[in-house]
């Protein structure tokens, strides 16, 4: 009979609430597996972990006899990164159906996305969205783009896999009019086309120029963009809300991102503020590295009047969705105020 309590004792691990209830868990559960054994949205929003009166990561292993307190926040969600060391079925399984949740809306918002970017394209060159956007018409062309459905089509134009001037062109069986630098090119006896940089940029109508991302905004690929023509550097991509082109429409050009390269990657100013505490840059790196994106510069600055840090980084990510996730989960990380890009 010893023995045999000795083993269900081995096997598992008895922690406490603040308030002395019990929980059981398997051996080398963490504190993810604690939040979610109390409430689904305890562990849903779990944004860090207090045991024994200190703060520790969310993978920390919890022994017998410890006393757990889960921090949350409102409208923050599970990572990714927590299946690595989840132990409990329960929690696995909450983890996986949140994340296919979340993932099926992501779809569906970028699926909208699509479907406006083609219709404002198609009343750009003076067509009916709503006669060009019809099912059969649509049909029509799905094998060009080797996509096998609406749904598909719509989030390729919206991730940028499929160019939506290009849909239009098989929609309306119409080339795209002349541009105003196609025609300036010809003025100045160059044949328009599309060239490609190192930046992986495509400028409409010119033959060959110089172009180079902006340092003041640090544009990443997928988002909105625009060429700023310059005296001696030819053109400068910023980043279309950037403050420093507001003013400047006489000197701006449309540019386009080329097709995405999996393998480059472009740097993202990102400043997080927070309440000051122990470990805080840790924890706020390792969320850096977690989500795969190398790190480049971090500083870091304490205001002793307010009790507030700055960390501010410069962070390396392939496009504008893997920047946004960075974002999102740096704002899960505990006694985080906020995070923002920005620009110089």
């Not at 719509?154 to 098989?170: D, F, H, L, W």
């Not at 795969?292 to 205001?303: D, G």
């Not at 504008?320 to 006694?335: D, F, G, T, W, Y």
Request: proline share 3%.
């Amino acid at each position: 009979m010893e023995a045999l309590q000795h083993d269900v004792f081995a096997a598992n691990v008895y922690v406490m609430t603040p308030k002395g209830r019990v929980i059981d868990l398997p051996n080398g559960a963490t504190p993810i597996d604690f939040a979610y054994r109390i409430h689904t949205d305890v562990g849903h929003t779990a944004v860090g972990a207090i045991v024994n009166d200190a703060m520790v990561p969310l993978n920390t292993e919890l022994h017998t006899g410890d006393v757990v307190q889960i921090k949350t926040m409102k409208g923050t969600g599970p990572s990714e990164d927590w299946l690595k060391f989840v132990k409990t079925n329960q929690a696995r399984n909450k983890i996986r159906n949140w994340l296919t949740k979340k993932e099926t809306e992501n779809h569906l918002k970028r699926v909208d996305e699509g479907e406006k970017i083609l219709a404002d394209e198609l009343r750009k060159r003076g067509f009916n969205p709503k006669e060009y956007m019809e099912k059969k018409k649509l049909e029509n062309i799905y094998r060009e783009f080797r996509v096998s459905n609406h749904t598909d089509l719509m989030y390729g134009i919206a991730v940028r896999s499929i160019n939506p001037t290009s849909v239009c062109e098989k929609l309306t069986n119409q080339k795209a009019h002349i541009s105003e630098q196609a025609a300036l090119s010809r003025v100045l006896g160059k044949e328009a086309q599309h060239r490609v940089s190192k930046s992986g940029l495509v400028i409409p109508g010119i033959e060959s120029m110089k172009m180079s991302l902006a340092h003041c905004c640090l544009p990443v690929y997928g988002e909105p963009i625009k060429g700023f023509i310059t005296k001696t550097e030819g053109v400068k991509v910023h980043r279309a809300d950037c403050p420093n082109i507001a003013g400047a429409k006489a000197r701006l050009i449309d540019v386009q991102w080329d097709e995405g390269d999996v393998e480059r990657y472009y740097d993202a100013d990102v400043n997080v503020s927070a309440r000051d505490r122990s470990f805080l840059l840790t924890d706020i790196v390792t969320v850096v590295s977690q989500c795969k994106a190398p790190l480049e510069s971090v500083n870091a600055a304490v205001n002793h009047d307010t009790l507030t840090s700055t960390v501010k980084m410069v962070i390396r990510v392939h496009d504008i969705s893997h920047l946004e996730n960075v974002i999102a989960n740096l704002r899960k990380v505990e006694s985080v105020i906020n995070v923002e890009r920005t620009a110089h």
